[in-house]
């Protein structure tokens, strides 16, 4: 209940009773106050005493005392020219019932309503946005350190994008897999039946038969040169029942290595290296990936929080407002059969009724807020729960102005914004596939060498073949070069020019990317400005509105009657009140959209994760991504070379390093053409003279 406050209370006892009346016929003597007012002060406490029967010796009067000293002050008339004292200017302040009414802030009595309110002013409705608002017999408080750790720790949205930037470091160790030398082992055992059509081949039996076993063991590689090297071991067997066949039973071995070196095309680190460098870099975008879903969901996260603290304000507000249209309908029936009628009735009840239905509104917005809220932290404990659960946020959106210059925001967006560091990474794998294709784009040419050792023996003696191999006879050896070119090339040279347009298209999207990095900068510093403009403003109106509702009081109060211009001062007042309220939740709207637009403007900036010191972190021998929540830093109390080295030595990078064009030898087999800016203000790239130097 919403009751003005005056600074002197009466005890209404018979002393005190004279001293008012006392004060009414000095006042008309005096010439201070008119005669009707006069008469309707005398008129009004002759009915009181008359109407409830108080003897003045009783404890309390039957008319709140209070509401009777705001009636009797009022008594004076505006254009007479005494004067109401300071103090007798009522300050709102809110109650409900079985609480005790908080202070508001006052409206300034100056001549400028908006110098005395700021940021920091602790407005009434407050501390009653913490308290109980839903029947529910449980309640949950919950401030944003909670919040963010809670959505860290539960959410399944996080836990899932976590998940996909695991599965692309593990694309790296899979194409660093290929390098990896392969063992290998084989055995057969063989038995040929052959009718022959010459006596050379068996000497004299009709068919020719044959059993063999055989067993190799071997390894293979491939370097990151191109070079793939087979060494194998080979052991077997074999009998024939051929007249020419000696020693029998024969025991065999064979040791073979065979190498292949890619001379020209397909040859060199760069090429052979290419998925794994294409799987670094899908990495780092994954990771800067994982980064923009972070900060949506937790941006999200807290917005729903924020907006639940939106609505409970207007709630409360919502609460007082219906508060105060019951005290003035408690005082229009009190008045019924001296200066009211049923017509002001009538309009305060349809006024209620109205202020009810934007109270059920409110109270369903609050409960789908924290279903909302419940969902995006996704802690089993909130959504495992029954409905009769409340969630009280602890916040504070009275935050005050802080100061940000363009440049430095701009600075730090370019160094920070995830899209701008994924686009750079899009552009060297760009870059990747323009050196690749200019390597496919020379013949094939292979050095090709075979060597082995071989040893023989009867009586399937195969230990002693294996000692013969190193010790009796030499090496075999066999080298050759391969040498392929297709006709014309068309194919190599249509994938090298695609290659090339990509590498420009990449070019483009970067610095698209760069200029609407600029402009969400931009737009969300100037929509900060804007919020924290739109703030100060509805501070002032709303204080403007608290005044305007008190002296509206004090006029309907001073007046009388039901009809006509009676009738249309308590309309004002009914909208006095209502315009008084929607500043309030105004103000609130605005409160919040400052907190949101401050949180967009470090979105936009990607600091947002830095400023709340949550940090994603991958192990250098694992490749599982786990989110972390440390102490956030205030970027705002350092310089930008300070803020910058504070934050890497927070958050290193476990992610692979990532591609330098400043680099001698780049791994995309590309130099920079350093001090030579093209007219778009980016570097311009240059083949190598050579692509296999230093290999």
């Known amino acids: 209940m919403l009751r003005p406050k005056l600074s002197r209370r009466f005890n209404f006892s018979t002393l005190a009773l004279r001293r008012v009346l006392d004060r009414v016929v000095s006042g008309y003597l005096n010439r201070f106050v008119s005669?009707?007012?006069?008469?309707?002060?005398?008129?009004?406490?002759?009915?009181?005493?008359?109407?409830?029967?108080?003897d003045g010796n009783a404890a309390e009067p039957p008319w709140p005392s209070a509401d009777l000293a705001i009636f009797l002050n009022s008594q004076i008339d505006p254009e007479d020219s005494l004067s109401l004292p300071e103090e007798s200017i009522a300050t709102i302040e809110p109650t409900r019932p079985g609480t005790t009414p908080e202070r508001m802030v006052e409206p300034s009595t100056g001549h400028s309503a908006v110098s005395t309110v700021d940021a920091s002013t602790?407005?009434?409705?407050?501390?009653?946005?913490?308290d109980y608002l839903l029947d529910t017999p449980d309640m949950i408080q919950v401030d944003i350190p909670t919040l963010l750790t809670?959505?860290?720790?539960?959410?399944?949205?996080?836990?899932?994008?976590?998940?996909?930037?695991?599965?692309?470091?593990e694309q790296i160790i899979q194409q660093q897999a290929v390098f990896d030398p392969a063992m290998l082992l084989d055995t057969g055992y063989g038995r040929v039946n052959d009718p022959v059509g010459s006596t050379l081949t068996t000497g004299g039996p009709p068919r020719l038969i044959q059993d063999s076993f055989s067993a190799t063991a071997g390894i293979q590689k491939l370097t990151q040169l191109g070079t793939q090297i087979d060494l194998s071991q080979e052991i077997g067997t074999l009998q024939s029942n051929s007249v020419f066949f000696d020693p029998a039973h024969q025991g065999n071995s064979r040791l073979s290595l065979s190498i292949t070196q890619p001379l020209m095309a397909t040859s060199g680190r760069v090429y052979n290296l290419r998925l794994v460098t294409q799987a670094s870099i899908d990495s780092r975008i994954a990771w800067q990936q994982l980064r923009v879903d972070l900060e949506n969901h937790l941006i999200e996260t807290l917005s729903a929080f924020w907006r639940l603290y939106e609505r409970r304000a207007q709630l409360v507000q919502q609460r007082a407002l219906i508060q105060r249209g019951k005290l003035l309908a408690q005082m229009v029936t009190a008045r019924a059969d001296f200066d009211s009628g049923p017509l002001q009735q009538v309009k305060i009840t349809r006024r209620?009724?109205?202020?009810?239905?934007?109270?059920?509104?409110?109270?369903?917005?609050?409960?789908?807020?924290?279903?909302?809220?419940?969902?995006?932290?996704?802690?089993?404990?909130?959504?495992?729960?029954?409905?009769?659960?409340?969630?009280?946020?602890?916040?504070?959106?009275?935050?005050?102005?802080?100061?940000?210059?363009?440049?430095?925001?701009?600075?730090?967006?370019l160094e920070h914004r995830a899209d701008i560091l994924a686009a750079t990474q899009q552009l060297s794998a760009a870059g990747l596939e323009v050196s690749i294709t200019s390597n496919e784009l020379m013949p094939r040419l292979n050095a090709v060498i075979d060597a082995y050792l071989a040893g023989l023996n009867g009586s399937n003696n195969i230990g002693q073949s294996l000692v013969d191999q190193y010790s009796e006879?030499?090496?075999?050896?066999?080298?050759?070069?391969?040498?392929?070119?297709?006709?014309?090339?068309?194919?190599?040279?249509?994938?090298?020019?695609?290659?090339?347009?990509?590498?420009?298209?990449?070019?483009?999207?970067?610095?698209?990317?760069?200029?609407?990095?600029?402009?969400?900068?931009?737009?969300?510093?100037?929509?900060?400005?804007?919020?924290?403009?739109?703030?100060?403003?509805?501070?002032?109106?709303?204080?403007?509105?608290a005044r305007e509702e008190a002296i509206a009081t004090r006029r309907w109060e001073t007046l009388a009657g039901d009809g006509g211009p009676m009738a249309l001062v308590l309309e004002d007042l009914l909208e006095t009140q209502k315009r008084r309220t929607d500043a309030e939740q105004s103000y609130v709207s605005a409160q919040i959209n400052y907190v949101l637009d401050l949180v967009a403007l470090q979105q936009a900036m990607g600091t947002f994760l830095i400023r709340e010191g949550i940090e994603p972190v991958r192990g250098s021998s694992t490749s599982m991504v786990e989110v972390i929540q440390t102490a956030p830093i205030r970027e705002d109390n350092y310089p930008m070379e300070v803020w910058v080295n504070e934050r890497s030595e927070r958050m290193p990078i476990s992610s692979p390093a990532p591609f330098n064009p400043a680099s001698d030898q780049s791994p995309l087999g590309i130099r920079p053409s350093l001090g030579i800016a093209s007219e778009s203000g980016l570097l311009e790239f240059e083949p190598a003279a050579d692509l296999n130097e230093g290999e």
């Not at 005398?42 to 009181?48: F, G, K, N, P």
């Not at 209620?352 to 932290?377: G, H, I, M, P, Y």
């Not at 070069?481 to 090298?496: D, F, I, M, V």
Request: net charge positive.
């Open 35 to 54: 005669k009707t007012t006069f008469l309707r002060g005398v008129i009004v406490m002759s009915a009181l005493v008359g109407r409830w029967g108080w």
């Open 122 to 130: 602790q407005w009434w409705w407050q501390s009653h946005v913490h």
């Open 150 to 169: 809670n959505t860290l720790q539960s959410s399944p949205r996080i836990s899932a994008i976590s998940r996909r930037t695991s599965i692309a470091y």
């Open 352 to 413: 209620l009724a109205s202020d009810r239905d934007r109270l059920l509104e409110l109270e369903a917005e609050v409960n789908r807020l924290q279903v909302r809220l419940k969902t995006l932290v996704g802690d089993p404990a909130l959504t495992v729960t029954n409905d009769a659960l409340e969630l009280i946020p602890l916040a504070d959106p009275s935050l005050p102005s802080e100061s940000f210059h363009v440049r430095d925001c701009v600075v730090r967006g």
């Open 473 to 545: 006879g030499g090496p075999g050896i066999t080298a050759a070069l391969t040498y392929n070119l297709p006709w014309g090339r068309r194919a190599a040279k249509s994938r090298h020019r695609e290659a090339c347009y990509r590498y420009q298209q990449r070019s483009e999207e970067l610095r698209e990317t760069l200029l609407v990095a600029r402009r969400e900068i931009e737009s969300a510093l100037i929509k900060l400005k804007a919020s924290e403009a739109l703030r100060e403003s509805r501070a002032a109106t709303l204080s403007a509105s």
